[in-house]
Antibody
Framework: QVQLQESGPGLVKPSETLSLNCTVS????????WSWIRQTPGKGLEWIGY???????NYNPSLKSRVTISIDTSKNQFSLTLSSVTAADTAVYYC??????????WGQGTLVTVSS | DIQMTQSPSTLSASIGDRVTITCRAS??????LAWYQQKPGKAPKLLIY???SLESGVPSRFSGSGSGTEFTLTISSLQPDDFATYYC??????????FGQGTKVEIK
């Protein structure tokens, strides 16, 4: 059974960088794309971007200037960094596996609050 | 970006009802559409992919249809476990992926 688990700080100060990790267990890590999605009450679900195990990435243009997604295949882990955060970046952040059907496995989500 | 618009935003229904949710895309996405179910405090769960294909393990009372810009999710006979919020998502290759705003299915 594929499981994904997000980890990282739950509180980030404005203008600083948000960093999250997603650790994947079960199943193959190298055959898939891996994605980050966030959810806020106001904007709903927002796709942030995805990465392939080779390191190729695709980002949402609305966040592209501030986002980096990286991957560590030796740890079955991929990561999100979002720079220059504001209160608008407060959200539940999910990591998910991208399969041909869609986003078929998700982490439980982690709430990140941007506040001083 | 491709905008996804769901209707209705909220739907009140009873056990056993047939429920239909509509999702419209601002431009054609062929059949690159998925449907998800989300319960409070949980991650979304994939129900339908490529507009009409049922994800493994999902009850057959769920079905999807449509192509191009108009899509529907149908629950043939609403069960207690189905009260949740439903989202459509387009995954067109040449456009940022986007989600609908959600449809909350409530108990009537």
């Amino acid at each position: 059974q594929v499981q994904l688990q997000e980890s990282g700080p739950g509180l980030v100060k404005p203008s600083e960088t948000l960093s999250l990790n997603c650790t994947v267990s079960g199943g193959s890590f190298s055959d898939y794309y891996w994605s980050w999605i966030r959810q806020t009450p106001g904007k709903g679900l927002e796709w942030i971007g995805y990465i392939y195990y080779s390191g190729s990435t695709n980002y949402n243009p609305s966040l592209k200037s501030r986002v980096t997604i990286s991957i560590d295949t030796s740890k079955n882990q991929f990561s999100l960094t979002l720079s220059s955060v504001t209160a608008a970046d407060t959200a539940v952040y999910y990591c998910a596996r991208v399969a041909v059907p869609g986003l078929d496995y998700w982490g439980q989500g982690t709430l990140v609050t941007v506040s001083s | 970006d491709i905008q996804m618009t769901q209707s209705p935003s909220t739907l009140s229904a009873s056990i056993g009802d047939r429920v239909t949710i509509t999702c419209r895309a601002s431009q054609s996405i062929s059949s690159w559409l998925a449907w998800y179910q989300q319960k409070p405090g949980k991650a979304p769960k994939l129900l339908i992919y490529k507009a009409s294909s049922l994800e493994s393990g999902v009850p057959s009372r769920f079905s999807g249809s449509g192509s191009g810009t108009e899509f529907t999710l149908t629950i043939s006979s609403l069960q207690p476990d189905d009260f949740a919020t439903y989202y459509c998502q387009q995954y067109n290759t040449y456009s940022p992926w986007t989600f609908g705003q959600g449809t909350k299915v409530e108990i009537k």
